[in-house]
């Protein structure tokens, strides 16, 4: 029987901009993928808590889907960096199709890279303004 081939450079930028709803996930696995389903839940529990505590600091209310985004660019990149050989035998064993990565793959690696790195500083910094000013500069 052939299966549908799984694409590695549309997982990849699936994870990279939907990542955090587990829109990746769900490409790869069906409905059926738990962590598909905890990336999914992340945001209606995150607005859940956001207005039970209204008026919380938002780093903390939405620190689910924080985590969500934050591990959904970790998964983009390690799905990226994934040799097409492997990629097959794990995602494509009876497709009749290879991946042949390019440069739009190469591409969607350096802007996640990018995007990651200042979301993390970002949330970085906001906490040790939490931590040590109490939230005085923002």
Avoid: C
């Avoid at 290879?98 to 190469?106: D, E, I, R």
């Avoid at 350096?110 to 910094?125: M, P, R």
Wanted: proline share 4%.
């Amino acid at each position: 029987m052939i299966a549908a081939h799984k694409n590695k450079t549309f997982t990849t930028l699936l994870a990279a901009l939907a990542g955090s709803v587990g829109a990746h996930r769900f490409y790869l696995y069906g409905k059926s993928d738990y962590w598909g389903w905890a990336h999914l839940v992340s945001l209606p529990i995150s607005i859940l808590i956001s207005h039970l505590y209204f008026g919380s600091q938002p780093l903390l209310t939405y620190s689910l889907f924080i985590l969500s985004f934050v591990i959904a660019l970790l998964e983009a990149l390690v799905t990226g960096l994934t040799p097409d050989e492997k990629w097959d035998d794990r995602h494509n064993p009876n497709s009749t199709k290879t991946s042949a990565s390019s440069w739009p793959l190469a591409l969607i690696l350096v802007l996640t890279t990018g995007i990651g790195a200042i979301a993390l500083i970002g949330v970085i910094a906001r906490a040790f303004d939490l931590l040590y000013t109490g939230g005085a500069y923002g």
